[in-house]
């Protein structure tokens, strides 16, 4: 629902989706490109970040990882979870709007605290992997229950996710111009393209992973994963008015200023 620009609390809501949408967007990038240097320049197993008499020597393994979820045994771990708990706390603290009468769907504030208890699920309840991971870091693995709980509690996210952009960011002040106004075809994109990736990572995992295991090098899961989280956080940018063009338009005037 759009709120007049007069609204005080509009600025905090914009601050709230914008931060939202940045660590949905920047998740999959932080994760590899983190897990890369940290092996690269061999962090784990450097004297000054580790005390190598109480530690065992750590063999770095491949930086893309088959999932986002499995980056929860590798050397940024905690950077998936705290950024599963950031999340659920901006979504804990998303009021939004009032379900009105003839509305289709949840109210943004019961919604928004959905998303937050399940993304905190998906944080306490790793996932499982069928083989052990190389470089696990946590020097555990979780059992199949649990991975299955883990599955459910990501899938029920992501279609969350999805029913937020597509209903609730396309409600507006008159109930008959739902979908009507600016960006709405943004918001709808996005939710479509969440469910997209979720029914082909349902497929891939049941009808064409044990077809066709070289795929698993390609990790296309992860890469789905990877855009459905990306079009959430684009969402919430553009439900924030981001200035997405802030940074372009500075460097154009600093070209034109040195001319």
């Known amino acids: 629902m759009e709120l007049n620009d007069d609204n005080d609390k509009i600025i905090t809501y914009r601050k709230l989706r914008k931060l939202i949408g940045w660590l949905g967007v920047l998740l999959p990038i ?30 770095p393994g491949n ?13 940024v771990g ?4 705290g950024t599963l708990c950031a999340v659920a706390m901006f979504m804990f603290c998303y ?38 991971i190389q470089d696990n870091i946590r020097t555990y693995l979780i059992s199949n229950n649990i991975g299955y709980i883990h599955l459910a509690l990501a899938a029920l996210f992501f279609i969350s996710l999805a029913a937020m952009s ?28 969440i469910l997209i990736c979720l029914v082909l990572i349902f497929i891939y995992m049941n ?23 990306i079009s959430f956080g684009f969402a919430w940018l553009v439900k924030g008015k981001v200035d997405f063009y802030y940074i372009p338009r500075k460097i154009m005037n600093l070209v034109k200023s040195t001319k």
């Open 30 to 59: 932080v994760l590899v490109f983190g897990n890369y240097l940290i092996n690269h320049f061999n962090i784990f197993n450097s004297s000054f970040f580790i005390d190598k008499i109480c530690s065992n020597i750590y063999k």
């Open 95 to 132: 009021r939004g709007h009032k379900k009105r009468e003839g509305e289709f769907g949840l109210s943004d504030n019961l919604l928004a605290n959905i998303i937050g208890i399940l993304a905190l699920g998906v944080a306490v309840f790793p996932t499982h992997s069928e083989t052990c």
């Open 166 to 193: 597509i209903i609730n960011f396309r409600r507006t002040d008159e109930i008959k111009l739902f979908g009507k106004r600016e960006n709405h075809q943004i918001y709808l994109f996005s939710g479509i393209t």
């Open 207 to 229: 009808w064409i992973e044990e077809l066709y295991e070289w795929m698993d090098k390609l990790h296309p899961i992860f890469w789905l994963e990877a855009a459905a989280l």
């Open 63 to 75: 930086s893309f990882k088959t999932s986002i979820s499995d980056y929860y045994y590798s050397t």
């Open 78 to 81: 905690d950077l998936l979870t």
